[in-house]
């Protein structure tokens, strides 16, 4: 399934509990891309914050029992854990209501969080991370200090945590950018260029800020996938949804750690589109998901 998983992937950001009612499921993308990653079998670790309280113990807990590196985990005395209020529409469609400030609002850098990302190999980090400045300054720091790692900058806006400003700083760090199909029309009007047409828009995205790799998700319509100049598209996986929550970054995490071990771009775009359906036919951000279970679901659908 994978040529190569001797590959170091660090994801810097937000972890925390989504609340569906009287649910509590632990999320935050970052750490969803960190989760999805380390079940095939590759060394991730994560750098964020949580707080000295009960929900800050299971989180960090959770990540050791998935098998990823937790010393870049801050625990502050100061800010509790963080937590997201998730409410679905018929759809499955998700709304969010994020509490501020959370301890995820106030990542540090240290010589731990240093050392992890001087190793890394792919290095993930959206948005929504930097509405604080702490946080947001010590990912600025990171982002600079391994320049040979593959920064993938997965765009996941939310309301009203952002600037077209900060967008723009933080597609020009990036390697290769993932946005859905409502993100990048609003990002390209916020930036003055007026086509409907999701080609044109990724191609203006690309050269804008010097990027050749970018995927825009079009939910159950597939993806577009720009692969180092070379446009690839996938009409998406059909399936029953139960929620959306943590499905683009399941597709995210399996497109990227197919792309870097030498798969072929539209193999790996059918990879991640099956893994990305897969999660949203569970609830939850986060279902298990055997090898073979992935690989029946594709044999069924073709």
């Not at 960190?34 to 914050?49: D, E, H, K, N």
């Amino acid at each position: 399934m994978f040529l190569n998983k001797k590959i170091n992937a660090v994801s810097f950001g937000e972890v925390l509990f989504d609340v569906f009612g009287k649910e509590k499921k632990i999320g935050g993308a970052p750490l969803n891309l960190a989760l999805r990653t380390a079940s095939f079998g590759f060394p991730v670790a994560m750098i964020s914050a949580v707080g000295n309280d009960e929900d800050g113990k299971i989180i960090c807990d959770y990540v050791r029992e998935n098998q990823l590196d937790s010393s870049g985990i801050i625990t502050t005395q100061d800010y509790d854990t963080g937590i997201v209020q998730v409410t679905l529409n018929e759809r499955g469609s998700a709304t969010y209501e994020i509490k501020f400030p959370s301890a995820w609002d106030f990542i540090e850098t240290s010589n731990d969080t240093l050392n992890i990302v001087k190793n890394a190999d792919v290095f993930f980090y959206g948005s929504l991370v930097c509405r604080n400045d702490a946080s947001r300054n010590t990912l600025f720091s990171l982002l600079g200090s391994n320049p040979g790692m593959f920064k993938v900058f997965d765009v996941n806006l939310r309301k009203p945590f952002y600037h077209i400003k900060l967008l723009e700083q933080l597609m020009s760090k990036a390697d290769f950018i993932k946005f859905n199909d409502e993100e990048i029309l609003e990002i390209v009007a916020e930036l003055g260029f007026k086509s409907d047409d999701l080609e044109e828009n990724i191609l203006f995205i690309s050269e804008k800020t010097n990027t050749d790799s970018i995927c825009v998700t079009l939910g159950k319509h597939g993806s577009i996938l720009l692969w180092k100049g070379t446009m690839y598209r996938h009409g998406g996986y059909p399936v029953k949804v139960v929620d959306t929550v943590g499905a683009g970054d399941s597709f995210l995490a399996s497109l990227i750690a197919q792309l870097l071990s030498d798969k072929n771009p539209d193999t790996a775009l059918d990879f991640a589109s099956a893994v990305g359906a897969l999660v949203a036919s569970y609830s939850g951000a986060n279902p298990g998901l055997k090898n073979e279970e992935i690989e029946g679901f594709m044999k069924e659908c073709q």
